[in-house]
């Protein structure tokens, strides 16, 4: 093992010395051949010699050779190097790292949810089938929509499915048409999604106020525009309160409205989106309905339409006939599927769960929560840092880096200095319409003293920027890494490990 | 900052040598400056037609991509390819070593709507004047809140 | 309130911080009329005894593969998963932490990604990896896609195995429906359960983009893919391969071996509960040359400021939040959770592990096949070599079914639902997870 090691220097010189604690191995720098985590005893020989032998393979070349306590060290150190709600605050803007209660993976880990086969015949799948069809309800309440699909694995996804349901519903009616709609604040998603539905993109720009007019979307609104996209709250925490008029305008030449349904956290008991002139929306599980974010992902990002578009969702469908739950797959017009099975089961489970527990009175206590938390972070950090639109905002806030400017240090250092403190920066440079954009989303689940200890920190790095500059600019200081070469790991793209490299070249 | 002589300048911040017929192209200093360091560079094959104030290829850096536009039409003759593997060329001599394409322009009028080294040069001033006045807009709201 | 932990002295407090009196003032700017409707008419809330409690009736009401003999695959399999997946996984370090945007505190999950793509590398034989994406079904959606970005506009035509997984094949024609320049073709499967290699060559023509097979394919036959791949390189088509058992890996050989331009699958059976079908993962991957063209997220090896090796989210610019509508894909969050469930799961077995638990499942299928197919009102579907599923064709298939679940044997899934011309044949698959007198008793009850 030590002489392992000492290759890794040797061929290296450009790397300082390394302890273990330091810089964790690659799995595939340690072990032994023949170890392994697994044991099974062999069988007979059958089947293998009628498998022809040019469709065989000799060997896992590289594959790892541990011992279990070996895989279980390795991961755990490997944990230690991440952050993570359960250690800290977590205030990224437009995520909403809310608390991802305990209750919902031991529910989720119940054999009854988790060893059970999509292809089994639903009549063994009746309590599996009855929590789908009861989310699908409790969804559609809290979003004021008629129909809904659980299917989409994500927001992203959920964009697109719902971007085709416009499309279909269109070209029914004649004229898929061309162009969507997207302001100059919409998560990249949006216009990705457009694209990826075979439309053009058509940008509009907010206000000085930071809101998208009906007069700017009424100049660009005609007949080869299928829909609109609005996040509302939008991504600098700002109700669109232009919502119902803009619907109107786009109604009105025959276009339809999507909602960015990620913000749903400012606005359960408040607000329905239902109610705004919206055809059809999405809904992040991950986000509003605190299922864990597991490093990025597995989330789920169900899509609810009003009821002029629910033929087209896809399949299948849940339907209910005397007590007994049945799968729908014969329906004609529906765009198909989008991915395989019935989308991420287990992260609906966990949000079904979380729904119940809080009932409704709970989730509009945590949307009036969320509101208290972020204005209150807003208030207190008026003090040292430019904000960037005036009035109230809902769940989140937006501040930025202009009075720091004149130090020399910007949005990103701040970021970095923030990881000494102990606390995961907020998200950084987005929306883009906001230079140096600094955006807070504390969550309802955090108490006054973290928000005291954020700002706290934030306005002592304010203070380093006016008589030390130098300390928030080199930060991070204390995390087990500094400051990472992003432009060598583009340049030249090691994107795996290979027997030849000794770590960083 | 440099702004060569011998060299027409683009408002998208690309510039062109002209020698006879032919049109070296690359981008200018202040484009690089923009974009920090580039990492992969886009470029057009031999002999591909490329379109007056169309993009014919991209600068991208870990951040951000670029388009990087024609400022004068015609045929690819050469590619430079040292960028391929060597992108930072660009930052390194963005006037020289740094250059992207040579083209045979099709229309020797495309090089009447270029500028001169002075006339960028100002041009890129005043792109600067504009970002410093934001700046000094809250120097001067600092200060009088400091009174 | 459950998880709001403010106390109404803390409200009391902070509204006096903000200036307000109220909450209610943080939201009176929104519209009266949509104030009034917002009510969310739910049942309140639960005690987390109560939430327990209601779960567990809704799961109980489930027949799980402990209480019934499953022999399902179709996708989504059966295999044992050693507790010390759900230990690593179960870490809050792991599960709340979101993807990693500021790598300084995210080194745990950028290196097991790193780890991650590694090992589809090596599973798949191929050169890069993402860090994955939805699932089998959107990861063969994705690399059609893929391809139609390398491939030149006058080629815009897919070719895609009828054999291919029905779902998979449902999703692929949902994404390229709303893509006026794409054209779909399917090409049919012969006597051995594999590819019609002849019939797709006759369909290859200049405007051929990709061919899309299973490998090992929907009836669990493995493809035999050097004419199809030779054919691919004599017409200027892709190869895509679809994996959704990728067990099979182990032992076959592998895509990249093949010469496949595209090797993409489902990662599921790879250390991640069956759920029903999801959350899995898709696994995708390609050739070094075309990196910039790959969707997903990327994660690459870099040096800090002070030269330790560290990893970073990489290629960024090919991404949603920078790329925006030029974008090689939308994807945002994916499936991370899953992917470090698979990298636990094949970092435990290892090498020999993986071999192993593949050389059992041979094993297994193929003593079953071999017994049922010896009944005489049974028979075997297809002549190609297999993995761990087999089609077997029942003569009485209708009195089966029921005769099976009142045994509480799930025999395999039925085709008829997506092939006609199969109505009488079920997709049986045998896993370590079925012990031989399972296998006794299914042959017992479908062997008569």
């Known amino acids: ?505 | 900052m440099e702004f060569p002589e011998g060299l027409k300048y683009s408002k998208e911040h690309e510039w062109v040598l002209v020698e006879g017929n032919t049109a070296t192209i690359g981008i200018t200093e202040f484009a690089q400056e923009e974009l920090g360091d580039i990492v992969y560079v886009e470029l057009p094959e031999v002999g591909e037609k490329v379109v007056k104030d169309d993009p014919f290829g991209a600068v991208e850096s870990v951040k951000a991509v670029s388009d990087v536009y024609a400022p004068v039409g015609g045929t690819v003759l050469e590619v430079n390819d040292v960028l391929p593997d060597n992108p930072e060329t660009i930052n390194d001599d963005p006037y020289g070593d740094g250059w992207m394409i040579r083209v045979e322009m099709t229309d020797e009028e495309d090089l009447k709507d270029l500028m001169t080294a002075e006339e960028y040069a100002e041009y890129v001033e005043q792109q600067k004047e504009d970002d410093d006045e934001e700046e000094e807009e809250d120097e001067t709201e600092d200060e009088e809140e400091e009174e | 309130m459950r998880y709001t932990p403010h106390t109404p002295s803390d409200q009391e407090q902070m509204l006096r911080t903000i200036g307000i009196d109220s909450i209610e003032e943080l939201y009176q700017h929104i519209p009266e009329t949509l104030r009034n409707r917002a009510k969310i008419d739910l049942p309140g809330g639960l005690t987390e005894l109560a939430v327990r409690r209601r779960l567990a009736a809704l799961a109980s009401s489930n027949a799980t593969a402990s209480d019934w003999s499953f022999f399902l695959g179709g996708g989504i399999y059966h295999h044992f998963i050693p507790s010390a997946v759900d230990a690593v996984i179960s870490r809050s370090e792991f599960a709340t932490s979101y993807t990693p945007y500021q790598p300084e505190v995210s080194q745990g999950t950028l290196q097991a990604l790193f780890e991650y793509q590694t090992l589809i590398c090596q599973l798949t034989g191929m050169e890069i990896s993402n860090a994955g994406v939805y699932d089998g079904a959107s990861a063969a959606a994705e690399a059609v896609l893929m391809s139609r970005r390398i491939q030149p506009a006058s080629r815009r035509r897919v070719l895609m195995s009828r054999a291919l997984h029905p779902h998979y094949r449902a999703v692929i024609t949902t994404y390229l429906k709303n893509l006026d320049d794409m054209q779909l073709e399917e090409i049919p499967f012969d006597a051995s359960g594999a590819t019609d290699v002849a019939e797709l060559t006759r369909k290859f023509d200049h405007q051929s983009m990709c061919v899309i097979v299973g490998y090992p394919n929907f009836f669990g036959v493995i493809e035999d893919l050097a004419p199809i791949q030779a054919a691919c390189a004599r017409n200027g088509a892709q190869l895509i391969t679809v994996t959704p058992e990728p067990l099979a890996l182990a032992l076959l050989k592998p895509p990249g071996a093949w010469g496949a331009d595209i090797a993409v699958g489902e990662g599921q059976s790879l250390g991640v509960p069956m759920t029903l079908g999801g959350p899995g993962f898709g696994f995708f991957a390609s050739q070094k040359k075309f990196v910039r063209s790959v969707p997903g997220r990327l994660v690459g090896e870099t040096v800090d400021t002070e030269g330790r090796r560290g990893f970073v989210l990489t290629l960024a610019t090919r991404e949603q939040h920078i790329r925006r509508e030029k974008a090689t894909s939308n994807i945002c969050t994916s499936q991370t959770l899953c992917t470090l469930a698979s990298t636990v799961f094949m970092s435990l077995l290892g090498k020999s592990g993986m071999r192993r638990l593949a050389e059992v499942n041979v094993s297994r299928a193929h003593d079953a096949r071999d017994r049922l197919a010896s009944r005489p009102h049974l028979e075997s579907c297809f002549s190609g070599a297999f993995f761990n599923e087999f089609v077997l064709r029942a003569r009485n298939l209708e009195s089966l079914l029921p005769r099976c679940a009142a045994a509480r044997i799930a025999p395999g899934v039925p085709l008829g639902q997506w092939y006609p011309e199969l109505d009488d044949c079920l997709l049986i698959c045998v896993t370590e997870m079925n012990e031989r007198e399972e296998i006794e008793r299914l042959v017992g009850v479908i062997g008569n």
Not at chain 1, 241 to 266: C, M, P, R, S, T
Request: charged share 20%; net charge negative; aromatic share 6%.
């Open chain 1, 1 to 505: 093992m030590s002489e392992r090691r000492s290759n890794v220097l040797s061929e290296s010189s450009a790397i300082k010395p390394q302890s273990e604690a330091s810089v964790p191995r690659l799995l595939f720098e340690s072990g032994s051949p023949g170890r392994s985590g697994f044991y099974w005893p062999a069988e007979s020989e059958k089947g293998q010699t009628t498998i022809p032998g040019e469709f065989l393979r000799e060997d896992l070349p590289g594959f790892p050779e541990l011992g279990e306590l070996e895989v279980l060290r390795h991961f755990t150190r490997l944990s230690h190097r991440n952050f993570a709600i359960e250690s800290q605050f977590y205030p990224l803007g437009s995520c909403t790292m809310k608390y991802n209660p305990k209750v919902n993976e031991v529910v989720a880990r119940l054999p009854g949810f988790a060893q059970i086969h999509p292809l089994a015949p639903v009549e063994i799948l009746q309590g599996a089938m009855e929590l789908l069809y009861d989310l699908e309800r409790i969804l559609i309440e809290i979003s004021g929509m008629d129909c809904i699909s659980l299917q989409p694995s994500a927001g992203a996804q959920g964009e697109l499915t719902g971007l085709m349901l416009i499309r279909a519903g269109l070209t029914e009616k004649g004229n898929p048409r061309k162009k969507i709609i997207v302001p100059d604040t919409a998560h990249g998603t949006n216009p990705a999604s457009s694209t990826l539905c075979g439309y053009d993109v058509v940008q509009i720009s907010s206000t000085a106020r930071g809101v998208i007019d009906t007069a700017t979307v009424a100049k660009v609104m005609d007949e080869d525009v299928a829909a609109i996209m609005i996040t509302n709250p939008n991504t600098l925490g700002l109700f669109e309160k232009d919502i119902e008029a803009i619907a109107a305008v786009v109604h009105q030449k025959g276009g339809l409205v999507y909602l960015d349904g990620a913000n749903l956290n400012a606005l359960m008991g408040i607000a329905k989106p239902g109610h705004m002139g919206v055809d059809v929306l999405h809904m992040n599980l991950h986000k509003t309905f605190s299922t864990p974010h597991g490093g990025g992902g597995p989330g789920a990002g169900p899509v609810a339409v009003k009821e002029g578009l629910s033929e087209y969702l896809p399949v299948p469908r849940i339907v209910k006939q005397n007590d007994k739950f049945e799968l729908l797959e014969d329906c004609p017009k529906s765009i198909g599927r989008v991915r395989s099975f019935f989308g991420n089961f287990g992260i609906l489970v966990r949000a079904y769960t979380y729904i119940i527990s809080l009932g409704g009175a709970g989730l509009e206590e945590s949307s009036r929560m969320a509101l208290l938390n972020a204005n209150y972070i807003r208030k207190k950090l008026e003090t040292g840092y430019q904000i960037a639109y005036g009035e109230p905002c809902m769940h989140e806030c937006i501040f930025t880096d202009r009075l720091q400017h004149k130090y020399g240090v910007n949005t990103l250092d701040i970021a970095k200095r923030l990881l000494d403190y102990g606390f995961h920066p907020p998200t950084i440079y987005f929306p883009l319409v906001v230079s140096g954009a600094l955006m807070i989303e504390p969550t309802e689940t955090e108490t006054p003293e973290t928000l005291d200890a954020f700002v706290e920190a934030m306005l002592a790095i304010a203070q380093e920027a006016k008589e030390n500059p130098d300390v928030v600019k080199n930060a991070p200081h204390s995390t087990p890494v500094k400051r990472l070469d992003e432009a060598r790991a583009a340049r030249k793209p090691i994107l795996r490990w290979d027997p030849g490299q000794g770590g960083a070249e």
